[in-house]
């Protein structure tokens, strides 16, 4: 959206900047560029509102409206002129909202599956002695590979195996 004029601030009563530029909405947060002179036609980025600590936005004034972006930052006053509620809802606060919904999707759809990396990585695959030829065995095969045993179990201690020997030679 293009807007006349931002003001910037930490405090209701404190003003840190007054500039025209553009608030541009992007899959992960909101930017403010602000014109870097009165005929100039340059642009910086000045503001950056992360989509995920968003914790309002609200509209404002009677003759002068604003919008106000809470974040972990603090408050960000926007000047826009006028702008009517449903304006502000179809065409500021709707995107926002969704934009910050998607991302929230996305980022606990990457954690959901971070998790589940990490459990298949704690069931790795281990090897195991298979209780009737000691062969090692990797623990997600239904068979031994040497005898073809499908219920072998992996021999705890070496107590099991000198058992195992000593049954055998008797």
Not at 33 to 59: H, M, N, P, T
Not at 91 to 111: E, F, M, S, T
Request: glycine content about 8%; hydrophobic content about 35%; some cysteine.
């Amino acid at each position: 959206m293009k807007h006349n004029e931002q003001v910037a601030t930490g405090k209701y009563d404190t003003v840190k900047d007054t500039n025209s530029g553009f608030l541009v909405l992007t899959s992960d947060r909101l930017i403010w560029f602000e014109r870097q002179g009165i005929v100039s036609r340059q642009v910086r980025a000045a503001v950056y509102i992360d989509l995920l600590e968003i914790g309002g936005i609200v509209k404002g004034g009677s003759l002068a409206h604003w919008v106000s972006i809470a974040d972990s930052q603090g408050e960000h006053l926007f000047h826009f002129g006028r702008i009517s509620d449903e304006d502000f809802t179809a065409k500021l606060r709707g995107p926002i909202v969704q934009a910050a919904y998607r991302l929230r999707q996305k980022h606990d759809a990457q954690r959901i599956e971070q998790v589940k990396a990490e459990e298949r990585a704690k069931t790795a695959v281990q090897m195991v002695t298979c209780k009737y030829c000691e062969a090692k065995v990797a623990s997600d095969k239904e068979r031994c590979w040497r005898c073809g045993a499908s219920d072998f179990k992996p021999l705890n201690e070496a107590g099991d195996s000198k058992h195992l020997t000593e049954s055998s030679s008797q």
